[in-house]
């Protein structure tokens, strides 16, 4: 493996959590208390398939995030208590 693959596989994995931490700091900000940002993120994850039904192509902008918070919001309410 050449080094220009493997530094770019160490930004991939740098970016993935950091994307991470941004998708816990979204739900924290929406309501989610600290101790269920775990379970939130999972619940989030999960939540994609029910909310768009596999017609997404892809495509997650800010409104389809605020969807699936609000589809958790309103279903696993839970996490925000």
């Known amino acids: 493996m050449s080094s220009e693959v493997s530094e770019l596989k160490s930004e ?10 941004m998708l816990e700091a979204v739900l924290y900000y929406a309501g989610v208390k600290e101790k ?13 398939d029910e909310v ?10 800010y409104r389809e995030m605020v969807e699936v918070i ?12």
């Open 52 to 61: 768009f039904d596999d017609e997404e192509d892809g495509d997650m902008g």
């Open 36 to 48: 269920n940002l775990e379970k939130a993120v999972k619940a989030y994850i999960e939540a994609l």
């Open 12 to 21: 991939i994995e740098d970016l993935t959590i950091h994307l991470a931490d």
């Open 70 to 81: 609000d589809f958790l919001k309103k279903n696993k309410s839970e996490l925000f208590a």
